[in-house]
């Protein structure tokens, strides 16, 4: 079956502009999270959804992020005024509702 | 802050030599332990869970937990080049859905 999908691969931009992360859970998870993996660094925990659930939006860095999820599957990451400490890997997991976090390919974010 | 350490190596080993890898946490309320491996480049995949004192195997695989010394380790047997990769260590916090606390990862290097 298909596993989490996320897009794009890969997004330059340039500071000061928006960008939204797409995140594609596999069918039937209930649970979705993003993630931050910056270089040399391990991975951040950003935001929870559990179903159609308010979000837990506790990692978050800081307002400039936000993310929905839409009919409790698709997932989009805002990132609002870009800033180059924003650069880094971003990972979507989902989750049955069981402990196993299953992980998409990340979206590489670059802020020039 | 809640942490999640491993010594970042590179720890290398000659192939068919047992790898050791470990991990510390800081949270003793954890419950829930998780070794990823993560190849250059790509997202985390899940190699073992474990959540009870003692030893699991799985293949090659076996990974140990002590919650008294808040010490978790995964050993490797018959280390091969293709397990050359990052091994992360990821802890379930008990806020925020269970979303993973990871420690920065260990740098594994096969020799043949």
């Known amino acids: 079956g298909a596993g989490v999908s996320q897009s794009p691969s890969n997004k330059v931009t340039e500071k000061g502009k928006d960008v939204e992360l797409r995140c594609d859970p596999i069918s039937g998870h209930t649970a979705l999270y993003w993630y931050r993996q910056s270089l040399g660094q391990g991975l951040e925990f950003l935001i929870y959804f559990q179903g159609n659930s308010a979000p837990d939006k506790s990692g978050l860095p800081s307002d400039r992020f936000s993310a929905e999820r839409t009919g409790g599957s698709v997932s989009t990451l805002t990132i609002q005024r870009t800033q180059q400490e924003d650069s880094a890997v971003y990972l979507c997991?989902?989750?049955?509702?069981?402990?196993?976090?299953?992980f998409g390919p990340g979206t590489r974010l670059t802020v020039l | 802050q809640k942490e999640v350490e491993q010594n970042s190596g590179p720890l290398s080993v000659p192939e068919g030599a047992i790898a050791s890898l470990n991990c510390t946490y800081s949270d003793r309320g954890s419950q829930s332990f998780f070794w990823y491996r993560q190849y250059s480049g790509k997202s985390p995949e899940l190699i073992m869970f474990i959540y009870s004192n003692g030893d699991k195997e799985d293949g090659r695989f076996t990974a140990q937990l002590n919650k008294a010394s808040q010490y978790v380790s995964l050993l490797i047997r018959d280390s091969q080049p293709s397990d050359s990769a990052t091994y992360l260590c990821?802890?379930?916090?008990?806020?925020?859905?269970?979303?993973?606390?990871f420690g920065k990862g260990t740098s594994l290097l096969v020799t043949p």
């Open positions: 990821a802890v379930e916090g008990i806020n925020s859905g269970y979303a993973l606390n």
């Open positions: 997991a989902s989750t049955p509702g069981g402990n196993e976090q299953f």
